[in-house]
């Protein structure tokens, strides 16, 4: 079946520094590709996505390219602030056995940021 | 404007206790969820519903019921709750389970802290 296999964090940062978080995912069919972003308390919101090959989603200066050859979507950031301290899942939405379109998470890496 | 809202945000209970959390959305979706997340941020996909019919159902304990009077209402009913039902609880929804749509983006709610005691 599907999966999203995303770096296990924490992730320590200082701020200013480069951010890079892996997303890999095994799909059976044509998936589309998504970063949600939860901040402490909160629920997950939709940080950014990407719906086909080489499509590049982008969002609050985060990237992530849809990578069909390595099945990957990587999340990077040039710059992080302390407020991009949260915990970031990859997510992928593919077509089940049923005919309905089926999300699959991934475990979520923390990010912290230091000032 | 709240897209998905659910109550209670926190719920603390005791043992073999009976609680239900609700959910309500207003972006007129067709599709709406529940999911658990454990201690460690792991998310776990528990019910789907489409237009007020279930689609997805995971394997969860029958002492979980959800039930959709409509489609833009899709509460959860816990029997009998156990210490390991303690999780933060979130309804979500998207446009439409059946229909890519551009990627069928999933709205999710603020949470409800369940806390079984």
């Known amino acids: 079946g599907d999966s999203v296999t995303q770096m296990e964090g924490p992730v320590t940062l200082s701020e200013e520094a480069f951010l890079t978080i892996n997303c890999t995912y095994t799909?059976?069919?044509?998936?589309?590709l998504f970063w949600y972003v939860q901040y402490p308390g909160e629920g997950l919101q939709l940080l950014l996505k990407a719906t086909k090959a080489d499509d590049k989603g982008s969002n609050k200066g985060f990237e992530a390219t849809y990578r069909k050859e390595t099945t990957s979507f990587h999340l990077e950031k040039g710059s992080v602030q302390v407020s991009d301290s949260a915990v970031y899942f990859c997510a992928l939405s593919d077509l089940d056995s049923s005919g309905t379109y089926k999300y699959i998470f991934g475990t979520g890496t923390r990010l912290k940021v230091l000032a | 404007d709240t897209a998905v809202s659910q109550t209670p945000k926190y719920l603390v209970t005791q043992m073999g206790n009976d609680k239900s959390i609700k959910c309500e959305q207003n972006l007129g979706h067709d599709t709406m969820y529940w999911y658990k997340q454990d201690s460690k941020k792991f998310l776990k996909i528990m019910f789907s519903y489409n237009n007020k019919e279930l689609i997805i159902n995971e394997t969860v304990p029958n002492r979980f019921s959800p039930k959709s009077p409509d489609k833009a209402h899709l509460n959860l009913h816990i029997n009998s709750l156990e210490l390991g039902d303690s999780a933060v609880y979130f309804c979500?929804?998207?446009?439409?389970?059946?229909?890519?749509?551009?990627?069928?983006?999933?709205?999710f709610g603020e949470g409800s802290w369940l806390t079984v005691v």
């Open positions: 799909a059976t069919g044509y998936p589309s």
């Open positions: 979500a929804s998207s446009q439409d389970a059946f229909l890519q749509r551009s990627g069928n983006t999933i709205y």
